[in-house]
């Protein structure tokens, strides 16, 4: 087996090979006596929905791990511990996914049809995330139950799948709530949706876990999870501009924030800029699913500079965070935000 401190290939190819045993040992859980149409279902659902995107977040925690024994070979058993609880986050992502894409009515995801648009699958997909969701728990268990960190862990999943859930909440309520009105979509209103509906799980959560494995109390590393949580609004923020501004092929979805009348950092923006006029076309074709209306709303995008407002955005936003980050004692713990810092900045997908 090559060595742990190998390239990142080298992490990604042993954390993969790591799924199939974690799939195996939930289709052999003793908790349920399994038929063989059951078996099947999970194992396509697993497949479908657990390790098909980028793997950042899971692999983070083997990553962040690493950083924090400063650069000492991680024994097999620290890799595999590791790369389970970055599996644990990879299973929470699809769940929150699957279930999103419902609520969101959404076509496609990472490429492919969602997996409630599958002929044989429809709302079955409902409880197919709820099991997502419970598999967290038996894998915690069946691999760190005898753990002096056992519940520390149990209490960070539940506690991070809360706030992500109330996030989501908010997202809703703020994005359908009966009548369409723009004038809810300002900046705090945003920040709050995106603090919790993605920075906690997809940024705090991989470092929290690497913290906990180290034998950490998260309580002293509040200034940690604050850096982490505003990493994750600039992810946020980088997403619905590339929803708008990215390349399809590239990004593996086709944005659909406009029409889906998203309180998305460009709409938010655009609301602080435009004038009477781009206002009242705004509010005309903002939330309409015809491509007339889209093009409309992106021309006001355009007309407001909406690109250039985002490459300031995201200057400033790498300069605050690297003062942030320096002003860490831990300079193993500087290492961990750095190289999620420099995983995000600047991408294109």
Known sequence: MADSNGSAVDTKS?????????????????AFDYTDDSRQWIDRMLDYNVPGGKLNRGISVVDSYKLLKEGNELTDDEFFLSSVLGWCIEWLQAYFLVLDDIMDNSHTRRGQPCWFRLPKVGLIAANDGILLDNHIPRMLKRHFREKPYYVDLLDLF??????TASGQMLDLITTHDGEQDLSKYKFPVYQRIVQYKTAYYSFYLPVACALVMSGENLDNFVGVKNILVEMGTYF??????LDCFGSPEVIGKIGTDIEDFKCSWLIVQALERANENQMKLLSENYGKSDPASVTKVKAIFNDLNLQSVFAEYEAASYEQLICSIEAQPSKAVQEVLKSFLHKIYKRQK
Do not use: G, H, M, T
């Open 236 to 241: 946020q923020v980088q997403d619905d501009y």
């Open 158 to 163: 539940n506690e991070v799948e809360f706030q």
């Open 14 to 30: 042993r954390f993969v090979e790591i799924y199939a045993r974690l799939k195996s040992e939930i289709l052999e859980d003793p």
